[in-house]
């Protein structure tokens, strides 16, 4: 039988790639179909869908087992997995303008940032909102016989 902080861990990170995923072509959905410099063609959702649990699997893990094993409280374990979601979503949303509009013409880094702050805060605040819903009430969950 799989542990409930290892079960807990799972569905925090399967939420964050849902999250992830789901900002990511809400905010750059007009370039959804514009070819990447550095990608070699793939559509957007493609590679979000291969590339976009690499980061936060490597930052989530280790701070919730920190989390676990100092007994945490639940709104501060929340409040920096969405602190961190929200900074590499709006990396991530750089990364994307950055390959499939700013490559192929003439953006400054002042452009590309005006035009992402823009483009990101609803889908960032909203996934952030989300996330901090779905890790508390994982983090939370109090019932030994079944997570869901």
């Known amino acids: 039988?799989?542990?409930?902080?290892?079960?807990?861990?799972?569905?925090?990170?399967?939420?964050?790639?849902?999250?992830?995923?789901?900002?990511?072509?809400?905010?750059?959905?007009?370039?959804?179909?514009?070819?990447?410099?550095?990608?070699?063609?793939?559509?957007?959702?493609?590679?979000?869908?291969?590339?976009?649990?690499?980061?936060?699997?490597?930052?989530?893990?280790?701070?919730m087992r920190f989390s676990f094993k100092f007994k945490w409280n639940i709104i501060p374990s929340s409040v920096v997995i969405v602190a961190f979601l929200s900074a590499y979503?709006?990396?991530?949303?750089y990364a994307i303008f950055d390959s499939r509009a700013a490559s192929w013409s003439t953006y400054s880094r002042s452009e590309i940032i005006f035009h992402i702050t823009g483009k990101s805060i609803i889908p960032v605040t909203v996934s952030g909102f989300f996330m901090l819903a779905a890790a508390a009430f994982i983090l939370d969950y109090k019932n030994k016989k079944d997570l869901l």
């Open 1 to 63: 039988m799989i542990k409930r902080s290892v079960l807990k861990v799972l569905l925090v990170l399967f939420c964050s790639y849902a999250a992830t995923v789901a900002q990511a072509m809400w905010s750059m959905y007009d370039l959804r179909n514009r070819i990447s410099s550095d990608m070699d063609g793939l559509p957007l959702l493609t590679e979000l869908l291969v590339f976009s649990w690499i980061i936060p699997a490597v930052f989530l893990i280790p701070v």
């Open 89 to 93: 979503w709006i990396y991530l949303d």
